[in-house]
């Protein structure tokens, strides 16, 4: 690790003096970019973070939102969300297993530092092409990962999306959102509230595990990462932290906790001088007092070491004990640090008396300050950085001759949009008795009884989208988010993001960096969703490239009950089928930009209109997915109606349709691969109410009725498609039998 010359520059000027080799390399670690944002914090005041609902914004551990009043819950108190999102992506790729683990272990920790317990995970992954072995080593190390943890704290992995493109081969992306639940009277923030508490270290042992790792996910993945950089990898212990989460629940439920922050980049450090600059204060800690579970460690290994499931608390002195014995119940370790003082953040170390916790005030005298500087510079004063961008070049028209079988066939069964069920079995989603929906659907839905409402969950982002164009890409994928909680009769409430790029001292690539954030923001503020947190990720390119600008969003909605729309249709019912907002379809302009059809076939074409009010078909589909003449409604996004038709069907209950031609279109098979969001299909048995609620605010299309004939017949134009359940069943297990 080392210092850049022009931020040491810096340093050496506000100290007056050169730094210790501790606080070079602390301050290397906060002022990386994955700390201090350095490359995107200019971007982000383009998000709309504000509104009624939001009681905490950006800047927290997890943002946190009132649930609207519904007045038919079990208690008469305000019910609060707390929503995170995080990226574990270069410790994915060195070791996928644990990578992935421990950043479901980061997530559910920031969660617990507002005071909340953890009721949801979210993940999104992206990885390189399907058909190679590597990404198919990491996608099994990853998923492990993720189900082992997640499984073993007992927080349910309801809802997630998986994608794979050639430009992940280098550098995998994981990023995982938790859901939290508290409420005004449990909050608890990382400001630091008054000098004089105490700072109490709980959890495990500090080893030497994640040394580095702010600045190591800041840095390009070289071609010997796998190897070199291991020792910047954490290691998880998920039950240590499924008793870090209940002794934090006995910690808020009796009010002994003033602030907390947790143990994550640039570990101790990091958290505790976060912790005290927030609340304009300073600390006083003493190193050696730290438990560990390694003989010999010296002082810049136990400030910086991210070894995993360690929270640092404030604590007013007459609870510290109290806090001791908590923690002893619970066979955790327990370790009173220091303290918050006015003055400078200082940490003292005594190699000679590591693990001695006596309190001599001598001993203290004799200790050397290996940190003594400002803790608002340190977490604030990095310079951001002004960098160039280019816009990336449109792709040129190219669209491939093909034959309408062999293209459905090949869309439905590529491993972006095929079934995701071997992922999503491995995770326990019923945990906690509060998943009514589960994964596979459009969006998850948990029962918030405390609200007496249904939470719905979306999450995922598109590369091929943004690949295609970052921001109409990124819009879209908001768009769809919103698509999917509304398709479960949910109204949108909140959302966090998750930006990944490559390095950003690239012209090309923070140009579309810049593109995703933009796009994003726009569409998330017309669809009046607050974006209250987030995290960035850049820096995810390797010998093989920079990966493609990926915005992952998680969006979520509430609704009154629990209950939902399906998402096949039910012949029982009859009705007929809709399909809402194809705009792109009544003006026969359709662009196949973005599409998995042009992915499959190599083809190039501009992106597709996005609807012209997308906040009122959201509203409207939210409306009529409530309505009980309603049976099944399902979105239109990724592969297009080929891929959403194909999902609606079962053994039971098949779907006669034919789609209208595509009016100016070259190729009226163009109406079943394009992919502008904002539409769903909705079987209904009352057709005229839809098209008079989409009255002014989308096209409505009729396509046809369920049959009870388990099988898919689908007219194009002057062609016919047919495919039973059961072969199309076959089509989706691409991933399933990929990897057996």
């Given at each position: 690790?080392?210092?850049a010359d022009?931020?040491?520059?810096?340093?050496?000027?506000?100290?007056?003096?050169?730094?210790?080799?501790?606080?070079?390399?602390?301050?290397?670690?906060?002022?990386?970019?994955?700390?201090?944002y350095?490359?995107?914090?200019?971007?982000?005041?383009?998000?709309?973070?504000?509104?009624?609902?939001?009681?905490i914004?950006?800047g927290?551990d997890?943002?946190?939102?009132?649930?609207?009043?519904?007045?038919?819950?079990?208690?008469?108190?305000?019910?609060?969300?707390?929503?995170?999102?995080e990226?574990?992506?270069?410790?994915?790729?060195?070791d996928?297993?644990?990578?992935?683990?421990t950043?479901?272990?980061?997530?559910?920790?920031?969660?617990?530092?507002?005071?909340?317990?953890?009721?949801?995970?979210?993940?999104?992954?992206?990885?390189?092409?399907?058909?190679r072995?590597?990404?198919?080593?990491?996608?099994?190390?990853?998923?492990?990962?993720?189900?082992?943890?997640?499984?073993?704290?007992?927080?349910?992995?309801?809802?997630?999306?998986?994608?794979?493109?050639?430009?992940?081969?280098?550098?995998?992306?994981?990023?995982?959102?938790?859901?939290?639940?508290?409420?005004e009277?449990?909050?608890?923030?990382?400001?630091?509230?008054?000098?004089?508490?105490?700072?109490?270290?709980v959890?495990?042992?500090?080893?030497r595990?994640?040394?580095?790792?702010a600045?190591?996910?800041?840095?390009?993945?070289a071609?010997?990462?796998?190897?070199?950089?291991?020792?910047?990898?954490?290691v998880?212990?998920?039950?240590?932290?499924?008793?870090?989460?209940?002794?934090?629940?006995?910690?808020?439920?009796?009010?002994?906790?003033?602030?907390?922050?947790?143990?994550?980049?640039?570990?101790?450090?990091?958290?505790?001088?976060e912790?005290?600059?927030?609340?304009?204060?300073?600390?006083?800690?003493e190193?050696?007092?730290?438990?560990?579970?390694?003989?010999?460690?010296?002082?810049l290994?136990?400030?910086?070491?991210?070894?995993q499931?360690?929270?640092?608390?404030?604590?007013?002195?007459?609870?510290?004990?109290?806090?001791?014995?908590?923690?002893?119940?619970?066979?955790l370790?327990?370790?009173v640090?220091?303290?918050?003082?006015d003055?400078?953040?200082v940490?003292?170390?005594?190699?000679?008396?590591?693990?001695?916790?006596?309190?001599?005030?001598?001993?203290?005298?004799?200790?050397?300050?290996?940190?003594?500087?400002?803790?608002?510079?340190?977490?604030?004063?990095?310079?951001?950085?002004?960098?160039?961008?280019?816009?990336?070049?449109?792709?040129?028209?190219d669209?491939?001759?093909?034959?309408?079988?062999?293209?459905?066939?090949?869309?439905?069964?590529?491993?972006?949009?095929?079934?995701?069920?071997?992922?999503?079995?491995?995770?326990?989603?019923?945990?906690?008795?509060?998943?009514?929906?589960g994964?596979?659907?459009?969006?998850?839905?948990?029962?918030?009884?405390?609200?007496?409402?249904?939470?719905?969950?979306?999450?995922g982002?598109?590369p091929?989208w943004?690949?295609?164009?970052?921001?109409?890409?990124?819009?879209a994928?908001?768009?769809?988010?919103?698509?999917?909680?509304?398709?479960?009769?949910?109204?949108?409430l909140?959302?966090?993001d998750?930006?990944?790029?490559?390095?950003?001292?690239k012209?090309?690539?923070?140009?579309?960096?810049?593109?995703?954030v933009?796009?994003?923001?726009?569409?998330?503020?017309t669809?009046?969703?607050?974006?209250?947190?987030?995290?960035?990720?850049?820096?995810?390119?390797?010998?093989a490239?920079?990966?493609?600008?990926?915005?992952?969003?998680?969006?979520?909605?509430?609704?009154?009950?629990?209950?939902?729309?399906?998402?096949?249709?039910?012949?029982?019912?009859?009705?007929?089928?809709?399909?809402?907002?194809?705009?792109?379809?009544?003006?026969?302009?359709?662009?196949?930009?973005?599409?998995?059809?042009?992915?499959?076939?190599?083809?190039?074409?501009?992106?597709?209109?996005?609807?012209?009010?997308p906040?009122?078909?959201?509203?409207?589909?939210?409306?009529?997915?409530?309505?009980?003449?309603t049976?099944?409604?399902?979105?239109?996004?990724?592969?297009?109606?080929?891929?959403?038709?194909?999902?609606?069907?079962?053994?039971?209950?098949?779907?006669?349709?034919?789609?209208?031609?595509?009016?100016?279109?070259?190729?009226?098979?163009?109406?079943?691969f394009?992919?502008?969001?904002?539409?769903?299909?909705?079987?209904?048995t009352?057709?005229?109410?839809?098209?008079?609620?989409?009255?002014?605010?989308?096209?409505?299309?009729?396509?046809?009725?369920?049959?009870?004939?388990g099988?898919?017949?689908?007219?194009?134009?002057?062609?016919?498609?047919?495919?039973t359940?059961?072969?199309?069943?076959?089509?989706?297990?691409?991933i399933?039998?990929?990897?057996?």
């Amino acid at each position: 690790m080392s210092l850049a010359d022009s931020d040491r520059e810096l340093v050496v000027s506000e100290l007056e003096r050169e730094p210790t080799p501790a606080e070079a390399a602390l301050f290397e670690n906060l002022w990386s970019e994955h700390c201090a944002y350095r490359s995107s914090r200019p971007l982000l005041s383009a998000f709309e973070s504000e509104g009624e609902q939001v009681v905490i914004g950006p800047g927290d551990d997890a943002a946190v939102v009132a649930l609207p009043d519904a007045g038919d819950g079990e208690s008469d108190e305000r019910t609060y969300i707390t929503m995170g999102i995080e990226s574990h992506n270069h410790p994915s790729y060195v070791d996928p297993f644990d990578g992935a683990a421990t950043g479901v272990g980061g997530i559910v920790r920031d969660t617990l530092s507002m005071g909340a317990y953890p009721i949801a995970l979210a993940d999104s992954l992206y990885f390189g092409a399907f058909e190679r072995e590597h990404s198919k080593y990491l996608f099994e190390g990853v998923v492990e990962g993720i189900s082992h943890y997640g499984n073993c704290i007992g927080v349910p992995t309801v809802a997630g999306s998986v994608d794979f493109h050639p430009d992940y081969e280098g550098n995998p992306l994981v990023n995982v959102a938790c859901v939290g639940l508290t409420n005004e009277e449990r909050l608890v923030t990382a400001l630091a509230q008054e000098p004089g508490n105490k700072l109490v270290l709980v959890g495990n042992a500090t080893g030497r595990d994640g040394l580095g790792g702010a600045s190591f996910a800041s840095e390009d993945l070289a071609e010997d990462a796998e190897t070199e950089d291991r020792p910047a990898v954490q290691v998880g212990d998920p039950y240590a932290e499924k008793l870090l989460i209940e002794a934090n629940e006995v910690f808020v439920d009796e009010g002994l906790i003033e602030s907390a922050r947790d143990l994550g980049a640039a570990g101790l450090g990091g958290a505790s001088s976060e912790l005290v600059a927030k609340g304009g204060l300073g600390a006083h800690i003493e190193l050696d007092r730290v438990h560990q579970r390694e003989p010999n460690m010296n002082a810049l290994e136990i400030l910086l070491a991210e070894s995993q499931e360690r929270m640092c608390y404030e604590v007013e002195p007459d609870n510290v004990e109290r806090v001791a014995a908590i923690a002893d119940r619970f066979d955790l370790g327990c370790s009173v640090i220091g303290e918050v003082t006015d003055g400078n953040y200082v940490c003292t170390f005594d190699g000679s008396e590591t693990g001695d916790d006596s309190s001599d005030e001598d001993d203290s005298a004799s200790r050397e300050a290996v940190v003594d500087v400002d803790a608002e510079f340190l977490g604030e004063g990095a310079p951001m950085n002004d960098l160039p961008a280019t816009e990336p070049a449109e792709p040129e028209s190219d669209r491939p001759e093909t034959d309408l079988e062999a293209a459905f066939d090949a869309v439905v069964s590529s491993p972006n949009t095929a079934s995701k069920r071997w992922v999503y079995r491995q995770y326990d989603h019923e945990v906690g008795i509060r998943t009514t929906v589960g994964p596979g659907d459009d969006a998850a839905i948990i029962a918030v009884r405390e609200a007496g409402q249904g939470l719905a969950i979306s999450t995922g982002g598109a590369p091929n989208w943004t690949s295609a164009a970052p921001v109409d890409g990124a819009r879209a994928i908001a768009l769809e988010n919103a698509t999917n909680v509304a398709a479960k009769g949910a109204t949108p409430l909140a959302a966090v993001d998750c930006l990944n790029g490559g390095n950003p001292e690239k012209p090309d690539v923070y140009g579309g960096f810049t593109g995703i954030v933009d796009g994003l923001a726009e569409m998330c503020e017309t669809l009046s969703t607050p974006v209250v947190g987030g995290n960035v990720s850049l820096y995810n390119d390797s010998v093989a490239g920079p990966i493609p600008p990926t915005p992952t969003l998680a969006l979520v909605g509430t609704k009154a009950g629990y209950d939902a729309p399906a998402l096949s249709v039910d012949a029982t019912a009859g009705g007929e089928l809709l399909l809402i907002g194809d705009s792109a379809l009544e003006a026969g302009e359709i662009g196949l930009g973005g599409s998995e059809y042009l992915a499959q076939f190599d083809g190039g074409d501009r992106f597709p209109a996005l609807p012209e009010r997308p906040a009122a078909i959201i509203e409207t589909l939210t409306s009529v997915a409530n309505a009980d003449e309603t049976i099944a409604v399902h979105d239109v996004s990724h592969g297009g109606l080929a891929v959403a038709l194909a999902e609606m069907i079962s053994d039971d209950a098949g779907l006669a349709v034919t789609i209208p031609e595509a009016g100016s279109s070259d190729d009226c098979a163009d109406a079943l691969f394009h992919e502008q969001p904002g539409r769903a299909l909705i079987q209904t048995t009352a057709p005229d109410d839809v098209r008079d609620a989409f009255e002014g605010v989308a096209p409505v299309v009729s396509l046809g009725a369920p049959t009870d004939e388990g099988a898919l017949e689908c007219t194009v134009g002057d062609r016919t498609l047919s495919r039973t359940a059961s072969e199309i069943r076959s089509l989706r297990s691409t991933i399933e039998d990929g990897l057996e």
